[in-house]
């Protein structure tokens, strides 16, 4: 009985391995190909990064600017609350463009910063081709292999 159990489990692990070796296989000429080409890949990386390093500087400015402004506007909100309680007209006036100044470069900051980064929407845009081809070749060799 152990016997017949035992070649039994040998049968099933053997065809087992059959069916999943071509599967195993073209995993690994896909992971070879890959690491192959990562050094390929790496370079187009730094080269794009390189050329997007401006405007990635530029964006974090901005967003750093609009981040300023906002908790200035909100520091002369305050104050301008306060000072809305005193009677004279002068400080009124003198508050709200103060406050108006702080808003408008918040808006003005974040307006630029999203320009950016809307005008920018193909930022890398070499690098996601191709690792959006690579991952189609790689699906591709995958099926024809284990199919």
Not at 61 to 73: M, T
Not at 97 to 114: K, L
């Amino acid at each position: 009985m152990a016997n017949l159990l035992d070649r039994l489990v040998h049968a099933i692990a053997a065809r087992i391995t059959r069916q999943l070796e071509p599967r195993f296989e073209a995993a690994r000429a896909v992971a070879h190909g890959a690491v192959d080409d990562l050094d390929d890949r790496a370079r187009l990386f730094r080269l794009e990064l390189r050329t997007e390093t401006s405007r990635l500087t530029r964006m974090a400015v901005y967003a750093v600017a609009a981040v300023v402004c906002a908790i200035g506007s909100l520091l002369w909100i305050c104050a301008g609350v306060i000072l809305l309680a005193w009677t004279t007209d002068y400080r009124n006036h003198a508050i709200l463009a103060v406050v108006a100044v702080w808003v408008i470069a918040t808006a003005f900051s974040i307006g630029m910063a999203r320009a950016l980064a809307k005008r920018h929407q193909d930022a890398f845009r070499l690098s996601r081709a191709l690792f959006a081809a690579d991952a189609a070749i790689a699906r591709q060799y995958l099926r024809e292999r284990s199919g």
